[in-house]
C-alpha cells in the first residue's frame, strides 16, 4: 500500500529538527556524531561497566529526549569566545605588573607581585584553554573518533583479562544511528571460559615473617575456588604491606612483593599464584625496628635565636619547648608509640590523628630517623594561636522563608594549661516564618542566643590512670555548656536557659557516641492573648495538651546518641551511607528526688521517653547522577502527670526538609482534618491555620539529583510521611458533642493508609561553597480528605483562585540539600 506523502514529509520534519537539536550543523565536512554506544555481551558480563571502561561519553540528552541542551550552550558561548583578545589582555596585564617589579627594589613586595602575576596568568589561561563561563556550562559535540574506538576496545578487553577472562575477544562496529550525521557504537563481547583460582602459595624469606603473616592470613583476598581478579591481587599486596609495617617492618614496601601466575595445572580453566616476598639486595634481610626513644616537640614553628628548648621526660618520652605550657600527663594519653615497642604505621597514625583533635596544634608531623643504629621517633607539632575571633554573616532558611543572622564567636586554646578550650559564642538573626497560627501571612521572628562552653579532651570522671590511657585512642572528651536561647515570634515570645554535660567518644573515626548526663533547662515564655485562648480552646474541645509546653517550665533529660558515617556521606565518588539515632529519658532525676526550685516557682516538669532514627544513602548513579534517600522516624512519649511533650521535643511534618508538598508543620496528626478554609480560593480546601505537633513520626523520601550545567543542577523527587499522638483527638461542638473528623491515634493495621504522599522537581545552584535550592511540592495523595477522595495529584494547581477541589502548589525555599 501506498504510504501518503504527508508523512514523508512528517519524518524529515523531524530529522531537519533533531539535526537542530543535536547540534549537529556544527560537525565539519565528514564529522560524525557520536549518539549512542552499545554493548552486546553475554548476561553475566555488565555492560554498564563496559561502557565506562570505554571511556567515550556521549553528549547529555535533556530528559532522555535527542536534545543536546548543553551542546547549544557550549556553542552559544563560544559564539562570543575571542581567544585573541584574552591573550592581548593577559598580556597588558602582566605587562604591567613586570613594570611595577621593575621599579621596586624590596623583596617583600617583589614576591607580593610574582604572586600575583601568577595568579593573572592562570586565570586567562583557563580561560583561554577552557573557553569563558557559558563554554563551560555546557559541552562540545563529541565526535567520533575511530582511535578513541579503538582505544576504547582495547580497555574493555584488558578489564576482562584482568578479572580472569583470558581468551576474551572484543569487537566494534559502526552503525548508522536514528538521525543524519549520527552513528552509533556496539561493541560485541566474547568473554570466553573464566579462570578460578586453584593453588594458592606463599615463599617467605624467614620464618619470623611467615609467624606474623599467618596470624593474619584470614584477612587474605585471594581463595581458593574464586575468579581470578588483578583488583584482588593488589589488594591482597597491599595487605601484606600494611601487615608488615604494623609489626616493626620500617623500610618495608611493595616492591619486594612479587606474584607468579601460571594457567598449567591439571584443571582446565584453574590458575595457581604464588607469593614470594624477596630480600632486600644491600641488607639481605627484613630487619624488625624497634623504637629506641621518642622526642615530642610541642613548639615546632618557633624560633628563637640563642635560647635553647627545656626538655622534659614523661613516661619516657622526651618533651621540648621553649617554655612548657601543656599538661604532660594529659598530653601523653594522646600518644601511641613508645621506647621499647616495635614500629607500627597504625600506631604512628592514631598519635598523629589523636593529637590533631585536641584542637591545639596546627601541624602534627612524625618522622624516623634510623642514623647512627637507632631508631628515633620524631614529633613535631605546630601550636594554634590561643586566642581566636570569627564572624559569619550570612542568610539562613529554616521554614521556607529566608532571613540575615549574624554569629560571633571567640575561643582560647588551653585555659587551665590541660589542654582544655573555652569557647562562647552569639547569634542573631531575623527570619520570615509563617505564624503557627495564620497561613498566607509571613511575619518577621527573631532568633538570639548565647553559649560558653569548656571542652576537656577526657572523661571527667574517676578513673584509673591506665584507663585513661587506654581511652586516649578514641579521642574522650567532656563539654558543659551553658546557654541562653530567645524566640520572638508573632504568637509568643519564648527564653530558654540550659545547662549542660555531654560525653563523647569516637570509633575507627566513622562511629561518634554522645552520652549526655544531665541537661537542665527553665523555659519561660509569654504568649499574646489570642495566642493563650487558643491552646485553652484547643485543650478544652480537643484534649490537645500543647498549652502545657508554653507554660514556666523546667525540662531535664538525660540521652545517649550514635552516628555513623560510611564512606564520608555527601561525596559523590563512591555510595556512602549516614545514620543517627537518639534516646533521650526527660524528668529521670525527678523520680528520685525535688528540686526545690522547681517547686518554690511552680514551674511546670515532663516526664518522658523519646527515640528517634535518620538513615540516609546517597547512591552514585554516574559522575552526575545521584540518587538520594532518606528514611526519619521517631517516638516521643510522655508518662507525666500532663501528658505532654516539651514544644522541641515533638515531631512535626512538612517543610522544605519534610514532606515538601505540605506548609512547613503542617501535615497531620493521621488523617485528622483541619478547619475548612474561610477562602478557598486563596488557601484551597483546608487552611492550616495551626502547627501540628505530634508524639510518632515517619517519613522518608527519595530524590534524583542530577547536574544540568555549570552550577546548574536539578532533582526530582517523592516524600511521604506524617505524625501521630497515642491518643484520639476528639472534636467537639458547641455543645460538646464529639464530631466525627478523622484519626490521629497510631494504629499498626491502619497507619499506612494515613501517610501524605508528595513529589515534585526542584532547582539547585551550587555554588561549592552555598547550595542554593528551589522545590516545587505538588501533593499526591492526601490523608485528610475523606475516603475516596485522597487521590490529588489530578486536583494540582500552580497560581490562585484554588477552590475546594483544587490543592496548591507548595514553594519551598532552602540552604544546602534537604537531606
Known amino acids: ?135 563551560q556550562w555546557g559541552e562540545p559535540l563529541v565526535i567520533l573518533d575511530s582511535q578513541k574506538i579503538r582505544l576504547a576496545t582495547e580497555n574493555i578487553s584488558s578489564f576482562l583479562f584482568n578479572n580472569g577472562y583470558f581468551r576474551n575477544e572484543v569487537r566494534f562496529e559502526v552503525l548508522p544511528a536514528y538521525f543524519p550525521k549520527t ?62 609495617r604494623d609489626n616493626g617492618y620500617y623500610d618495608f614496601s611493595q616492591q619486594y612483593i612479587e606474584f607468579q601466575v601460571d594457567t598449567v595445572s591439571a584443571r582446565q580453566h584453574r590458575v595457581w599464584v604464588k607469593i614470594l616476598i624477596n630480600r632486600p639486595e644491600r641488607r639481605g ?70 593529637l590533631a583533635n585536641l584542637d591545639v596544634f596546627k601541624f602534627v608531623n612524625i618522622n624516623y630517623d634510623t642514623t647512627g643504629g637507632q631508631f628515633i621517633a620524631n614529633i613535631f607539632a605546630s601550636r594554634f594561636d590561643r586566642y581566636q575571633w570569627s564572624n559569619e554573616v550570612g542568610l539562613s532558611v529554616t521554614q521556607g522563608f529566608p532571613g540575615p543572622f549574624y554569629n560571633i564567636s571567640f575561643k582560647k586554646r588551653n585555659i587551665f594549661r590541660g589542654l582544655e578550650n573555652f569557647e562562647m559564642n552569639g547569634r542573631i538573626g531575623y527570619e520570615g516564618v509563617a505564624a503557627a497560627t495564620d497561613v498566607g501571612n509571613v511575619y518577621q521572628s527573631v532568633e538570639a542566643g548565647v553559649n560558653a562552653s569548656l571542652l576537656f579532651p577526657q572523661f571527667l570522671w574517676p578513673l584509673s590512670e591506665d584507663t585513661r590511657y587506654r581511652l586516649g585512642r578514641v579521642n574522650p572528651r567532656t563539654k558543659t555548656t551553658l546557654a541562653f536561647a530567645y524566640t520572638d515570634r508573632p504568637e509568643y515570645k519564648r527564653a530558654y536557659t540550659s545547662l549542660n554535660i555531654t560525653y563523647s567518644w569516637e570509633n575507627q573515626r566513622i562511629r561518634r557516641f554522645d552520652f549526655t548526663a544531665a541537661n537542665l533547662g527553665i523555659i519561660n515564655s509569654s504568649l499574646r492573648s489570642d495566642f493563650g485562648q487558643l491552646l485553652d480552646s484547643l485543650f478544652e474541645n480537643q484534649g490537645n495538651t500543647l498549652k502545657f509546653s508554653f507554660q514556666p517550665s523546667y525540662v531535664s533529660f538525660m540521652g545517649f546518641g550514635m552516628s555513623w558515617n560510611h564512606n564520608n556521606y555527601g561525596n559523590l565518588q563512591e555510595n556512602s551511607v549516614f545514620l543517627r539515632w537518639t534516646a533521650e529519658s526527660g524528668g529521670t532525676l525527678q523520680n528520685f528526688f525535688s528540686v526545690p526550685m522547681v517547686e518554690n516557682r511552680n514551674l511546670q516538669t515532663f516526664r518522658y521517653l523519646r527515640l528517634q532514627a535518620d538513615i540516609r544513602k546517597l547512591q552514585i548513579i554516574d559522575k552526575s547522577t ?101 491518643s484520639e483527638r476528639v472534636k467537639t461542638d458547641g455543645d460538646g458533642n464529639p464530631v466525627e473528623n478523622g484519626n490521629s491515634k497510631f494504629r499498626l493495621d491502619s497507619f499506612y493508609k494515613e501517610l501524605g504522599v508528595g513529589t515534585g522537581f526542584g532547582f539547585r545552584f551550587n555554588f561549592t561553597f552555598l547550595i542554593l535550592r528551589f522545590d516545587v511540592g505538588i501533593k499526591v495523595y492526601d490523608p485528610a480528605r475523606p475516603e475516596g477522595d485522597r487521590f490529588v495529584l489530578d486536583k494540582a494547581k500552580f497560581t490562585r483562585p484554588f477552590g475546594v477541589n483544587r490543592e496548591p502548589v507548595i514553594f519551598n525555599l532552602g540552604v544546602g540539600f534537604p537531606f
Open 285 to 354: 634481610y627484613h630487619k624488625r625496628f624497634v623504637i629506641n626513644q621518642v622526642n615530642f616537640t610541642t613548639d615546632a614553628a618557633q624560633s628563637r635565636p640563642g635560647v635553647s628548648r627545656k626538655m622534659e621526660t614523661y613516661r619516657n618520652v622526651n618533651f621540648y619547648a621553649y617554655e612548657n605550657i601543656y599538661n604532660l600527663k594529659i598530653l601523653s594519653q594522646r600518644l601511641f608509640i613508645h621506647p621499647g615497642e616495635m614500629f607500627s604505621r597504625q600506631q604512628t597514625l592514631n598519635t598523629q590523628r589523636q
Open 183 to 244: 552513528r552509533t557504537v556496539r561493541y560485541t563481547i566474547e568473554p570466553g571460559p573464566l579462570y578460578m583460582l586453584d593453588s594458592i602459595f606463599y615463599s617467605y624469606p624467614d620464618s619470623v615473617m611467615a609467624g606474623i603473616l599467618n596470624q593474619y592470613i584470614s584477612g587474605t583476598h585471594l581463595r581458593r575456588g574464586d575468579p581470578y581478579s588483578q583488583d584482588n591481587l593488589l589488594k591482597e599486596r597491599e595487605r601484606i604491606d600494611l601487615t608488615l
Open 626 to 726: 545521584v540518587l538520594a534517600m532518606r528514611f526519619n522516624g521517631g517516638v516521643g512519649y510522655s508518662y507525666g502527670d500532663n501528658r505532654a511533650l516539651p514544644y522541641e521535643k515533638y515531631f512535626f511534618a512538612g517543610g522544605s526538609n519534610s514532606v515538601r508538598a505540605w506548609r512547613p508543620r503542617r501535615l497531620g496528626p493521621g488523617s485528622y482534618r483541619p478547619e475548612p478554609s474561610d477562602n478557598p480560593d486563596r488557601d484551597g480546601l483546608y487552611r492550616y491555620q495551626f502547627e501540628i505537633p505530634g508524639e510518632i513520626l515517619l517519613e522518608g523520601s527519595v530524590e534524583l539529583r542530577r547536574k544540568l550545567f555549570g552550577f546548574f543542577e536539578g532533582a526530582l523527587f517523592i516524600d511521604a510521611g506524617n505524625v501521630w499522638l497515642f
Open 1 to 135: 500500500m501506498k504510504q501518503p506523502k504527508s508523512k514523508y514529509y512528517f519524518l524529515i520534519l523531524i530529522a531537519f529538527a533533531a539535526q537542530g537539536c543535536l547540534g549537529t550543523r556544527h560537525l565539519g565536512e565528514n564529522e560524525y556524531l557520536l549518539y549512542r554506544q552499545q554493548v552486546k555481551a553475554p548476561r553475566h558480563i555488565s555492560k554498564s561497566r563496559a561502557i565506562e571502561l570505554t571511556r567515550i561519553e556521549p553528549n547529555r540528552k535533556f530528559l532522555g529526549l535527542p536534545v543536546h541542551l548543553l551542546v547549544g550552550i557550549h556553542y552559544l558561548g563560544k559564539k562570543h569566545f575571542r581567544p585573541e583578545k584574552l591573550e592581548a589582555r593577559k598580556n597588558r596585564k602582566v605587562g604591567k605588573i613586570d613594570s611595577q617589579i621593575s621599579k621596586t627594589t624590596r623583596a617583600r613586595r617583589i614576591n607580593n607581585l610574582q604572586f600575583r602575576k601568577q595568579q593573572v596568568q592562570t586565570k586567562f589561561d583557563d580561560r583561554i584553554q577552557n573557553g569563558n563561563v557559558v563554554m
